[in-house]
Structures are given as structure tokens and as C-alpha cells.
């Protein structure tokens, strides 16, 4: 059996090659508050059992909090003094190959799986190629260069030793039949499996979906050299169940769903509509990766208000119910398309569907895309087969070399965060967030040349307020851009009197209904500023604040800021009062009680210091303050 | 074939290999969760029982004294008091130290477990046995009902106990494994008789290691050879020693009834209650151990519900479970179902590990370090049952074990965090608190701790909850309104404020027949005195108090010896010899024999010039001495008046 060894060899080296070089120090936007931000990583304590406990359990991303992501991250900041990026990248890289490697044991099993009865079959050399493909593929380099994304890594890397297993054991069962007891065994390897993958990030889920896809396609209910007609039935029921659940549960507790869409800017049907777009850039990007579509953020996509708003969404809904449909249709024949188009589908399907997350990311495709290399290595396979009076190889450079060198040159732009920025912009200069970006790199190259020579030109930092001001431009509506501009003015210039314009601006917009994640991190950190050494900024953010309250968009974070304000000195607000206040309206929040601990310690009064770390304890039910209390107390 | 064999040697080798390099692995894990704990306190009973070792820092010739003076249990625990004496008289004696070496014993201890567990897995012929005593003794290791045993120093005595039992168990089981193959079992033997004989001086539940050797003989072994024979007579004999060990101890109970009965005077439940109520804590400890609520682990259990009546259907269920439980393994394990016989077994050993402190002595009702031993029975149930199943699924077996690591890793989690909260007085205080608010030991840890900082208001408020708290649970102990008092009256000169007058002019008054029934406090009293703690306190008027309460009208009976000795040293601080001679006096009429009311007799006789009186003590002290009932610090003090 040929299997194309050397070939594959040669691809994992210069996947491995061109990552390497282009694993640049520097950490971008969702890496903050699960590792630079976040000090259970970034200040971790190796010798420390309760440090790595926090560290585990520091991230409130998804239900579970994905505590075996953690852990990798906390191992790559384990052992380094000043926290540097690259060995979460490389550590990324590591991951990549390792699942290039279980993507291939995967599909070669698959290969073996292949019923008899289709008539296109793929060979190993197809599965070859699939692999390559997927490594080779520069829309993963926004996700293996991006260390926070080692969540979606982990469970893509957990989903495919799944499926491995699952297809390998199934195999021998297809031959020889199974025991019970070997059936009970594979059931609590694969959910064991599923756990870590689950742990990892929400996904891993999705590989009991997976399972049964493979099942109806592949193995098509095969049982000890016989067949079981209703063990493909069971597959195929499997497979519809979770489409049945989410369809009952919408009907059931469309809340469940719906909930958190207020905290964004486009409706539910609007993400739905806008989804059937997206997964056709997803395929678009990885089946002709451009460099101009491809992107770290893009935001600048429309979002679709209805079928034919824009027209090319019912266009898509229409290109994807024909390109099943005819895939269904040859499912027979050429399983592998339908699974690959499937896998696809089902591998977006959490991200990609009803839940009220962001709409566009890359890294939603590095376990979705599998299904797309198999089907892109299927169809390159039946190409090279009607070319068979031609040599294939000349076939395999035609699109190996392209992959490469398009591979290398995104590798090249991630390597360095500036060089990143402005090429989304240039790319995606309908992205404001793409401007907000650029405004932040140009900065910080900035501070760093000041840091570097005593003395820097102002370029960069005009050259961020620019991107700040097309930012606004771009997104009136948002206080975002304003609030960049503020603190870009106050830190940089000063003297600025536009610096009046912004905070008028920003207090125009905060009366929003709805204020987005970004805009209530913005408006913190104007107000952080403004509080700053309690000087005469602190006037201006009460009545920033409220301005907020008056809005009726309540927070936390405004009232605890009308404390600090209080602690200002500020006129006609007492602190204790107000403090007394927040307690009252948040008597379950910690943040609260540790204002209440501060206070406590300000007026050296014992008995509420103990009484205030008590509140703490009892609210900390997952004991995550642990820590923090440890030194707090100190004795 | 020779290199077939050697494939074998190596593949056997590296069957051991891995099981030995995580098991170094995971003690070493065990030994970094817990070293923080070191940085607590003492707590409790240390005080108690450890504080007055301090001084063998300055008298290291009190050594053997301090060894062989500690009389608890009956048996005197002087294996234990050694570790301590040791770690006084050539460390520094500090909580932490001894800390340390607890979570050292902890770790060795879990080694033990690990020998125990897999020889116990090998007996059974269970696949994987190596991995399955990893099973059993991670669990043990890591859960964290552990953590109140490891760092409270003085349950150290526990810890011993266990280590002892499961060394002599090790040693049977050795032995039993060559029995009539080779003669080193009675080496091995030999070895288990010298641990049976240490196990009940580091604890009296030491006396335990027989019986369960008896229990792992009939349910395990079952009489069962190494060359497959079966030994009628252990077979039978080990069913038989267990029937007349329970004839035993029906025997004792009825004989000794009264004494028992009388234990429960000190009580605020009966025996009858007591007997009730440890159905339901057997059950809690088993689900505490798998299934933890970390917010009610701790020290401080005298809140624990006391069952009343058999009619309560709580008290009812866990009875009745425990006793079918019992009979249906038996009855299984009769009916020919072998799996039914190592759980039997581990049904018994758990019982029977608990049988000293959980039964009908009158101790306090709930510690969670009472299961540090029988926990060893629940850490096998695992790889008991993930054994029976791979005997008869083999394929089952690795996914099990592979399963196991998942409840393992959230359990050493947990401990994590407990080890946290033990690592600081503060936060473990309040932790107390938080899971029993009504308890009284947690609100008076509290009050003190509150004092200590100057809050002495906060102090007085968790004084009186813990107080109001001592008349209505059942399960604390009952503190009469003169403790209260006086501990009000202590926390005063912990928070620096003079003395409360009216606390003061309440001392005494209730129960004039006994005001106060705890020496503690009063120790604590004595203690903050000679200290310093709080110069500007009015001592003199406590004294006067004090001398109103007991010497207006004197009656040996109003007091304990401990009240009258606390009070004589007192007062000979506070220079009122008289007062301490009359104290001491009325300490001799209930303890005639007590060494140190004789010394301090003598003493305040010298100083207040009673020859005659002096003379009398001398002579009796000397009679006690010849006798050699002097301790070598009584002797040495008795010099300083010949």
C-alpha cells in the first residue's frame, strides 16, 4: 500500500518549518482575559498546587470553563519569568501536527472503512492529500498562531482520536462482531474522550454527532461479515436527533437561545440568514485561500436582515439545499462527499447556528474543515484519475506549491503583529475593528520605540488616531472609537481639546439600550481614567455615570464606579452610603464584598473585615477567591 | 525460547515499572498539595495535648516523662507522645514542623495503603492488580475528608495507629502468602506481631489490627494457600474468631454497663442516643469520603444531629442499611457469588475500624479523622469492583482504570483547596464557622480570634451565640454559665479592655453547686496572666471573686481537681499564697496522691511558714517517690525544698 510517506513527511516538516518562523511574540485581543489578563496564568506560581487549581478553573469561557485548556495554557506560562507568546504558538504548532498526524490514522482507517457498494472510492493517496490540505491550509493560521485558540485545538484534537478509535474498533467489529464487554469498553473509552474533548471547548461535543455520520456512511450497520439493517437505522436516527433536540428546545425554551441576544447588535433570524453566507466564505477561504479574504477579524461582512438583503443570502441557502441535495443523491456511489460536506455542516453547526455568539471567526473551521479536505482530496482524486494519461504528481504541485507558498506568505504577515494589522486593514478596511487593530499596534510600536531610543516621531501615533477617527467613521453609532480617542489623547496629547469632543460623544451614545461587550470595556476604561489620582476628571465621570444609570442600562461596573467616585470626594455622595447601596442591589456579588473588605480595612474595623472575607467564602462556592483571600488575610 | 523468556522478563518488568513510577509519582504529588498546609496553627486539642511539651525545649531531661506521662486512652500513647517528644526536644516543636512530618507520615502511610491494596489485589488474582491498588490508594491519599487528619498535629496519634495496622497487615499478608511454601512467613510474621504491638501506644484503636487481620483472613484469603490448597482450619477459625470477638465485646459491654453508662454523665446525649446516631455518621463519613460537601469538613462536628428515636425515619434508614447490608453480602457470598465475599469483607473491615470510637464509649460523636483507618476500606471498594468486573469482562478493565483518573483528579482538586483554607488560621476559622454556625466550638475559636484582634463586642456577640448554642445541641458539650462567664471575662484580657464588672458579678452565680465545669478557660485565664498579656487587667478582683465563689464557704465538690489546681497556680502568680494553700487543700481531699497539688502545697506551705504542715508534704512526697511515682520534673522541683 502506498501511503505516500515521504510526501506527507516533507509536508509536516514545512508546515512545521513555516509556522516556527512565524511564531511572533505577541498576544492579540481574546488572549487577555484568558492569559495576559488573566493573572491565574500570566503570574502563575509553579511551585503552588492552589495556584495551578486557580489557573485551571480561571476562565468562565463556556459551561465548563474548559479547565484542560487551561491547563495546557498554564503549562506553557509555567516556566517563564516575563510571558512570552511563543511557546503558547509553538506549543499551538505541536497540537497542529499532532492532529495532522490523527487526521491521518482517521482517514486512513476511513479508507479501509469505504463500503463496497461505492462506486468512487477514495485511496490512501486521496487521504494523503486531505491531510495535507488541512495542514497545509493558511485559514488555520489565524487559529494556531492565535494561543488563546489552543481551546478549539484541543478539542479538534480530541474529536479526532475519537472518530480514530471509533472507526478502528469498528472495523474489526465489522469483520468479527464485538463482545459486550469489548462494546461497554469502547463506550467508556470514547466517552472518556469526549470529556476531554468537552473540557477543552464546548465542540468536543460535537463528536458524538460525528460518530454516527461515520457510522451511516461508512460502516452502514456491516456486523461480524453480515450486515444489521437497523444498526444503520440507529445511525441515521442518531444523526437527526440532535436537529430534533435544538428544534424542540427553540420551540420549548426559544429563551434558552434568545437570551443573549440582547447583548447584541443583530437579531436571531439575522444571524441565522447571515450564517448561510458565512459557511460559504468558510469554504471560499479554504478552498482558494486569497490573501486579500482571508483576515483576522470580519466584522466588515454584512449582516443579513433578510433573504434577499442581501440577495446573495437566499442565493447561498439555495446553493447549500442543491449542493446536499445532490450529494444526498450520490451518497451511494460517492459516500465521501456527503460525509465531508456533513462533517462540515456539523462541525459549525455549535458556532455557526442559533447561539448568540460573534458572527465570523476563522478558527470555527479547524475541525470543520476536515470534512472540506476530504471532499477537495476526493474531488482533486477523481480529477487526477480522468487525467491518467498525465503524470498525477504534476498535479500535486499544481496545487501543493500554490498551498505552500500561500501558506508561507500568511505565516509571514502573523509574524509580526504590526505587519498583521495593516494588512487586515488594507484587506478589510471595512472592518472597524480591523481600524481599532491598527490603532493599537501603531501605538504600542510607538511605546516601544520610545522605550527602545528615549525618543520617537509622532507618526504612529497619528497615523492610530487616523485609524481611530475612520473607526468612527465606519461605526457612528458605537462609543467605541471615541473612547480609544480619548484615552489615545489623554495619554498621548494631552493638550488635545478634541479630548472634549470625544467624552461628548461617548455621553451622547451611552444612553444606548443596548451597550456592546466592547463599548462597556471602553466606557470602564474612561471612567478608570477619569478616577485616576481622583482628580478633576472624577466630576465628569459621575456624570458619564449617570448619564448610564439614567439609561437604565444598570451595571455593576457604573455603580461600583459611582463608589469610587464617592471615595473622590465628589459633592453629595457619601461612600458608605453608596457602598451600603451596592450592597443592597447586589447582595450575592463578590466584587461588592471586596469593596466592603476594603472599606472594612480603611477604618480598621475587625469585625467587619472578618465578616466581609466571611460573605466572600460563602459566595466563592467554587472556591476561586481562594487565593486572592490567602494573601489577602496573611497570617 | 530463551528469548522468548527474556521478552517475558522485560514485559514484566515493565508491567511493574509503571505502576512504581506513578505510585513515586503520585506520592510525590500527594506530599506537594499538603506541604502548604504546614503553615496553619495548632488547633483544639493540641493545646491541650501538645503546648506543654514546649518545655522539654528548656528541660530536655523530662524527655521520658513527657513519653510515658500521657495517660489518654488508658493505654497511655507513648509511640505517639515519642514523635512528639522528639520533634520538642531536637526540632523546634513549632505546628509547622510537626505538620511536616504528619504529611510525611501521610504519604509513607500511603505507601502502605499501595503494598496493602495490591497484595490484597494479588490474593484475589485480579488483573491489573498493580493499577488497581494505584485505584485504592490515590483515593486514599487524595481525598479530602484527609486534610483534618494530616494537618491537625495531635491526631498525628491516628495517623500512627494506621500506619501500625496496615504495617502489620502488610506483614500477614506477606507471610500468608508463603505460608507452607517457605519459612520465611514466620519472618514476616515476627514482623506483623512487633507492629501489633506498637499499633495501640500510638492509639488505642491500634487494638484493631487483629481483628481485621482476622476479617481480611475470612473474607479475602478465605483460608486459601499459595499452592492452592485451603486451609480448613484458618477458614473456619477466622469466621470463628470473629464470632467470638462479637461475643467479646457483647460481653464487655454488659459487664462494664455501669462504667460506660457513667462515661455519659459528662454528656449532653445518652448512650442510647449515641448508639443511634452512628449509623447516620457511618453513612456521612462514606459519603463525605466519595462525595465531599467541603463546606462541612472540618474539626468542629459538635453540631451533628443527634437521633432521639428509632421511630425518626433518618435514623431508621441508615440503621436498617447498615444492618441488611451486612446479611445480604453474606447471604450472596454464601449462595456461591464469589464477588460477594471482598465486599463483604470491606463492609467489615469498615465496620470493624470504626468499632472502638464510633460504638458505645462516650466520646463526642463526629471527627473525620475517626475514618482515617476505615477509609482504607472504602479507597478498595474501587478497585475491589473495577476487579470482580475485569475478572469477568476483561476488556472492561483498563477503560475503568482509565475512568478512575477522572474522580481522582476533581477529588486531589478539592484537597487542593482545603489545604488552602487550612493554611490559614483565619480563613479555616471562618470556614468552620460558615459550614456550622451552631457550633459551639467554631463560635468560641471565633470569639477568640476576634478578641485577639481588639474586636472584643464581635468577641462577646460569637461568645454568646456559642454559649446559646451549648444548651440546645445535643451533640456539643454543655457549658455552664460560669465558663461563659469566665471565657467573656479571658476574651477581656485577650482584646485589651478592662475587666467586664458585670460579667465579673455574675461569675458563680448559677449552679453555686458547680459553677464552672471547664478547666480549659481557666487554664487559658492562667496562661494570659503569667504571660503578660494584660498588665492593666484588675487580677485582684478576679481573685476576690474566685475566693467568694470557693473558699467563703469551702467544699471540695464545687470544682474539679484541674479548676483547683488552675486556680492554686493563679494565685501564686498573683502572690496570694493563702488563697493558693487553700485551693491546693481542696484539690488533695479528691486527689490525695496528685503530685503537683502536693508540690504546690509544699510550696505555699514553705512560703507561708507552716513547718509543720510542710513537713507532712515532704514526707509524703518522699513516700511518693520511693514508690517512684515521681516524674523526673517532680523530683527535680521536689529538691529545690529538701
Known sequence: MRTGTGRLAIVFFAVACLYWLASGDYFLFDDGPAITRNAAISQLDLASAGAWRDAIFSSSAGPTGRPLAMFSLALNAAWQDSLSAIPFKLTNLLIHLLCGLLLLGFLLQLQRAQPAAAVSRLGVPAMGLAVALWLLAPLHVSTVLY?????????????????????????????QGASVAELVAAGLWLGLVTVAAVMSKENGLLLLWLLPLVEWLFLRGRWAGGELPWLRWLALLALVLPLVLVAALLLGAPEYFLAGYGQ??????????????????????????LPGQLGFLHDDIPVSTGWFAPGTTALAAVAWVLVLAAALRAARACPWLLFGLLFFLIGQSMESSVLALEMVFEHRNYLPSVGLAIVVAGALGALARRLSARDPRLLLLAIGLPLVLLLGLRTYTWGDELRLAQSNARHHPDSPRGQYFLSRALTKRHQETLAREGQAELDDLLAARAALQRMAALQPESLVAYAALYLLDARWFPGNPEQGTALDAIQARAGKPVLSASEVNGLNAVIDHQLQDCGPGAARALALVEALRAAGTHSLDWDAARYHIARCGVDGLEPEQVLSELEQQYPGNIRVQYLRLAASVEANDVAAMYAAVARIQALDKERRQLSRLRKLVSD | MRGREE???????????WPCLLLVAILGFTLWVYWPGQLGGFILDDRSSLLRLQALAAHPQWFWDYVFGDHSGGLGRWVSMFTFALEHAFVDGSAATLKRHSILLHVLTGALVYWFAYLLCQSQRYRHGAWLGLLATTLWLLAPQQT???????????????FFVLLALVFYLKGRAVLGVSRTAWGWWALCAASLGLAPFAKENGLLALPLIVVVEAAFLRGRLADGRVQPLLRSGSWALIGLGLL????????KFDSVQRGYDARSFTLQERLL??????????????????????VFHDDVRVSTSLLEPATALALASWLLLLPAFAFAA???????????????????????????????????????????????????????????WPPLSAPLLAWGAVPLLLLALKTVSQVQIWSSPTLLALHHLQGHPQSVRANTDMATRMAQLGGFEAALEFSRTGFHASQTQKAARLEREGDFRLRNIALACMAQVPLPRAELASLGRAHPERPIGDTNTLEVIVGLQSAGECPQFEWQALADRFAAIYLSEPESGRASVGVYTSLAVLMNALERMQDGSDYADLGLQQATDNTQLLLMSLHFATVLGEAERADELMSRLLDLERANRLSAADVTNLKIYL
Request: hydrophobic share 55%.
Open chain 2, 7 to 17: 521478552s517475558g522478563l522485560v514485559a514484566s518488568i515493565a508491567r511493574s515499572v
Open chain 2, 148 to 162: 483534618s487528619t494530616v494537618l491537625y498535629p495531635v491526631q498525628r496519634m491516628a495517623m500512627l495507629a494506621a
Open chain 1, 147 to 175: 494561543p488563546v485558540q489552543r481551546m478549539a485545538q484541543l478539542a479538534t484534537l480530541f474529536v479526532l482520536l475519537g472518530l480514530y478509535l471509533y472507526t478502528r474498533w469498528r472495523i474489526r467489529w465489522a469483520e
Open chain 2, 277 to 298: 446516631t452512628q449509623p447516620g455518621i457511618l453513612w456521612d463519613y462514606v459519603f463525605q469520603f466519595y462525595w465531599p460537601d467541603l463546606a462541612r469538613m472540618g
Open chain 2, 334 to 392: 454464601l449462595s456461591g457469588l464469589a464477588w460477594a465475599w471482598p465486599l463483604l469483607g470491606l463492609v467489615l473491615f469498615f465496620l470493624g475500624a470504626h468499632s472502638m470510637e464510633s460504638s458505645f464509649f462516650a466520646l463526642e460523636l463526629y471527627f473525620e479523622h475517626r475514618n482515617y483507618l476505615p477509609a482504607v476500606a472504602l479507597a478498595l471498594l474501587p478497585a475491589v469492583l473495577v476487579g470482580e468486573v475485569g475478572r469477568r
Open chain 1, 264 to 289: 447584541r447588535d443583530f437579531s436571531f433570524s439575522e444571524r441565522l440568514l447571515t450564517q448561510v453566507r458565512v459557511l460559504w466564505h468558510y469554504v471560499g477561504w479554504f478552498v482558494l485561500p
Open chain 2, 248 to 255: 467479646a465485646v457483647v460481653a464487655y459491654f454488659l459487664i
